[in-house]
């Protein structure tokens, strides 16, 4: 079964800086890791009710748990981090693991 490791990002001030870190450095070194099966961005284009206003979510999809634990462990998944760290996503972003609950299997 996948699971999929997803971060949420909060509306940065300057969306269009933003964007250009996010997918100039983190995104190719994000593809760089190890066990990594997909890289699914989304633009939030919409929110109807919540707070705060999201503005990106990306999903990281992986084999399985253990794939994920042993990719989190190598030298290019603390690549991404740092970078992610040294231009402010940092303070944005939210992070989570989930994978497909049985409840809901089509």
């Given at each position: 079964?996948?699971?999929?490791?997803?971060?949420?990002?909060?509306?940065?001030?300057?969306?269009?800086?933003?964007?250009?870190?996010?997918?100039?450095?983190?995104?190719?070194?994000?593809?760089?890791?190890?066990?990594l099966l997909e890289n699914r961005v989304h633009r939030v284009?919409?929110?109807?009710?919540?707070?705060?206003?999201?503005?990106?979510?990306?999903?990281?999809?992986?084999?399985?748990?253990?794939?994920?634990?042993?990719?989190?462990?190598?030298?290019?998944?603390?690549?991404?981090?740092?970078?992610?760290?040294?231009?402010?996503?940092?303070?944005?972003v939210t992070m989570f693991a989930a994978?497909?609950?049985?409840?809901?299997?089509?």
């Open positions: 079964m996948t699971v999929s490791y997803f971060a949420l990002y909060r509306t940065p001030e300057d969306p269009a800086a933003f964007e250009q870190h996010y997918f100039g450095s983190h995104v190719p070194l994000v593809e760089r890791t190890p066990g284009t919409r929110q109807f009710v919540g707070e705060p206003s999201w503005f990106l979510l990306a999903e990281l999809v992986f084999e399985s748990p253990e794939a994920m634990e042993q990719a989190f462990r190598t030298e290019e998944w603390a690549a991404s981090g740092a970078d992610l760290r040294s231009w402010g996503g940092m303070e944005l994978e497909p609950h049985p409840s809901a299997a089509g």
